[in-house]
């Protein structure tokens, strides 16, 4: 079961790269914008992987903190970012 979890984390980081270089090309990234996006993956990779794992060996309870914790950070790094880094900043095609 463990080797789902780990196909299913790797699958998610190249969904985030595609998703990185859509987001690339209609919004100027800068810096903080690039880190902000950073945080926000590693918290949700995060929370996949530990809530995934205490699931699997029956301890619902720290998965469901693992959810809260890390789940909630990566919806807060996420939305700061896009807020104050991302959204302000589009480029304008033709």
Same mark, same amino acid.
């Given at each position: @079961?463990? &080797? ?8 998610? /980081?190249?969904? !985030?790269?595609?998703?990185?270089? %859509? ?5 100027? *990234?800068? &810096? %903080? !914008?690039? *880190?902000?996006?950073? !945080?926000?993956? =590693?918290?949700? &990779? ?6 995934? !794992? ?5 301890? /619902?309870?720290?998965?469901? @903190?693992?959810?809260? @914790? $890390?789940?909630? /950070?990566?919806?807060? $790094?996420?939305?700061? /970012?896009?807020? %104050?880094?991302? =959204? ?5 095609? %033709?």
């Amino acid at each position: @079961m463990i &080797w789902l979890q780990w196909y299913l984390m790797g699958m998610m /980081t190249v969904v !985030a790269f595609f998703g990185y270089r %859509k987001l690339e090309k209609h919004f100027r *990234l800068d &810096w %903080k !914008a690039n *880190l902000g996006l950073l !945080a926000a993956f =590693s918290s949700y &990779w995060l929370c996949f992987g530990w809530s995934w !794992a205490s699931f699997v060996e029956g301890e /619902t309870q720290s998965g469901a @903190m693992g959810l809260i @914790m $890390f789940g909630l /950070t990566g919806v807060i $790094f996420s939305a700061i /970012t896009w807020r %104050k880094f991302i =959204s302000p900043h589009p480029i304008l095609s %033709k």
